[in-house]
């Protein structure tokens, strides 16, 4: 495994392999890596001849307030991680390297990035639309991985590469889970005991939301009503937002006749989670 | 010589090229070829294994009030003149292939797309970094090519590039003129015969600017003054605007010191046209 903190090296390295017809696999992460990382990057490399894995943790996509300065850091772990997993290279630029100074070029993605985790975090997805069209011209891959976690980024990057068309596939992998039902996240590190154990809110609230389609709920107000008084029944948490939206605009439905994203994201403590899941009204 | 309309088809031709290592020169266009896109294929031709010029009147660079349903369209013409110039393929997309019904991914470049053009153009140049992003990945050059005639579009492409990291080189090549010095445009077939003669007052304006500042003077906005006292002796003539500005952030300069831009953009009669210089104090 090798590590690369050039653009011009990985470009380099990656055009390469395009004329071998190598396929690549890129995962994209801000590192700090955890078993859902892992998940996509086996999967990755179960596909292709290559797999990158990006680690850069990309100051566009924070707030002016947010927690660029103390996300998790962590690269000879999570370079253990990616060896074990026999990840071929390991693309570590900073900051300098990916924004030069006079940089001034956007990616947004109109109407996805207004709703659900944009609200509070204004600019948050054109940071991520950005980096991740740079990424893909750096490092041109034939796939890329993303986790269903972050819901809304995924939607927000699929249609920006297909708007934008960008040669590759985008796949979505399914969140990975604590036993208890938390989704894995870097931020999780954020938390203290008992808030630890209230975290567990969110995925329980989301599971509540299921069993109450599935008992033939379909007023999605009246199913964001009960989720909201479940969270707030936990000292600790102070809900954002709670939305159940259509899978393609991500815009709120009233009643649940298809496929819907069920979304939340709570704040714990300090600590901003979200969580989400798709549910099916047809099973 | 041959004609894809296909993206995915152009994709596939491209990435078939790659493998083979053959290089591929990119000539932007919206059709109504003149000689100043012969001599950006000319240069593409030297340059290249392949050259594929691509023909798409870009609906969104267009304002509401502009010439989107006027602007010339003549691709039998144009692909007799491409064959003529070995020309290998001709990409030519309609508006639907390029734009999805759910379209909602913009490119824009902040800053250098709020002067000059983009003042009476809202839009444009967002309308333009896009539809570039999108040929970059849909046609995968290794070198680009624009004119200088359009030199705030080069500029912001360059910019575009560069940011978003696309692994591929921005050739711009020098504005082909008339022999009474009018810049060639595909406009320039809306002027009348009169028209046609007080629209070279562009080019005129310029050379005069030029002699002026051969002469010594280095106050931006004296040229300036004079050389719209210059344009406004021709009745059909009507200035959007005349400015001195520097050759990268495209910011307006007090003082000629250095390499600057002259540009100017004049409506005669309803047809808007720009023309611009390079001027080295220096020489």
């Known amino acids: 495994m090798i590590i690369i903190r050039k653009i011009q090296k990985m470009q380099d390295f990656s055009r390469k392999a395009r004329i071998k017809r190598q396929s690549i696999g890129l995962v994209p992460t801000m590192g700090a890596l955890h078993e859902g990382h892992l998940s996509l990057i086996r999967q990755a490399r179960k596909e292709n ?49 990916m ?8 990616v947004s993605v109109s109407g ?4 659900l985790c944009a609200r509070s975090r204004p600019g948050h997805f054109k940071g991520v639309a950005t980096v991740v069209a740079k990424l893909f011209n750096i490092v041109q891959p034939y796939v890329a991985y993303f986790g269903q976690k972050d819901a809304q980024q995924s939607v927000i990057i699929k249609r920006m590469a297909q708007d934008l068309n960008f040669a590759l596939k985008i796949k979505v992998m399914p969140t990975v889970r ?4 938390l989704a894995l996240s870097s931020r999780n590190a954020y938390l203290s005991k008992q808030q630890r154990k209230d975290a567990v809110v969110l995925s329980q609230a989301l599971k509540f939301a299921e069993l109450l ?30 939305s159940i939206v259509d899978l393609d605009e991500l815009m709120p439905v009233k009643r649940i006749t298809r496929d819907c994203l069920v979304a939340l994201a709570v704040r714990v403590g300090e600590t901003r989670l979200i969580d989400n899941i798709i549910v099916c009204p047809k099973n």
């Open 49 to 97: 001849d290559l797999v990158i894995v990006s680690i850069f943790v990309n100051p566009a996509q924070f707030g002016p307030k947010e927690d660029f300065r103390k996300y998790p850091r962590s690269l000879a772990r999570d370079a253990q991680l990616c060896r074990k997993e026999k990840v071929d290279v390991i693309f570590h630029p900073d900051a300098k390297e």
């Open 112 to 115: 996805l990035s207004d709703c």
């Open 178 to 181: 604590h036993k208890d039902g």
């Open 99 to 106: 924004y030069a100074l006079n940089h001034k070029t956007y």
């Open 213 to 242: 389609i599935k008992g033939g709920l379909r007023d999605a107000n009246r199913i964001i009503e009960r989720m909201r008084q479940r969270i707030q029944r936990k000292n600790s948490a102070k809900i954002e937002y709670v």
